[in-house]
């Protein structure tokens, strides 16, 4: 007479690669996606740690009425990080208050932010004037350590120019950034 259908239970072989035929496409198309999504959060962390340490170092200058300066160190995370000329930004940098206006930080001088090295994928690309250090007067005015006004740019490449940014710190001490 009447014939009862049980119902099925699971997936049939058919769906089960249907729906991982969709999910193998969607994420073929979103994988790209998501890479550049990652490294423009990388370069945006990066550039902004490295612009907030620009604008400590400048505030700290006028708010002590001493010079101040962002410094490339190698050790930057140590608690006697030391400024290294032989250095590059990508090993890190350190901000200090410069009590004695040596153009460069003692020991007994405040650290007043660092940052670790950001790591291999990024390249960074200073002006000459600031290629050690980038040192602020009194007055927040960029100069170099003989007190000379000076302005330059500090390119910053993530993974062979997936993304870039140039930021701009000009002689009166003002940071800008922009996307080349």
């Known amino acids: 007479m009447y014939r009862r259908f049980r119902s099925s239970r699971g997936f049939s072989l058919v769906e089960l690669i249907v729906t991982l035929a969709i999910a193998g496409v969607l ?5 790209p996606s998501f890479k550049d999504f990652m490294a423009a959060s990388e370069m945006s962390a990066t550039n902004n ?3 907030y340490s620009v604008q400590v170092a400048r505030s700290t200058s006028m708010q002590r009425l001493v010079p101040s300066g962002v410094c490339v160190s190698s050790n930057s995370m140590d608690d006697d990080a030391a400024c ?3 250095a590059d930004y990508n090993e890190g940098w350190i901000v200090y208050a410069d009590e004695n206006g040596n153009g460069q930080r003692d020991n007994d001088e405040d650290i007043l932010n660092r940052k ?3 790591g291999p994928v990024f390249t960074f690309t200073p002006a000459p004037v600031f290629e050690e250090q980038i040192y602020f007067n009194d007055s ?3 100069i170099n350590v003989a007190g000379v006004p000076v302005s330059g740019t500090i390119g910053i490449n993530y993974s062979n120019g997936i993304q870039e940014r140039l930021i701009t710190v000009s002689a009166n001490g003002r940071v800008s950034t922009e996307t080349p």
């Not at 994420?27 to 994988?31: E, K």
């Open 27 to 31: 994420l073929a198309v979103g994988l």
């Open 140 to 142: 927040g005015s960029s």
């Open 116 to 118: 670790e090295a950001p």
């Open 49 to 51: 740690a490295l612009v």
């Open 84 to 86: 290294d000329a032989g």
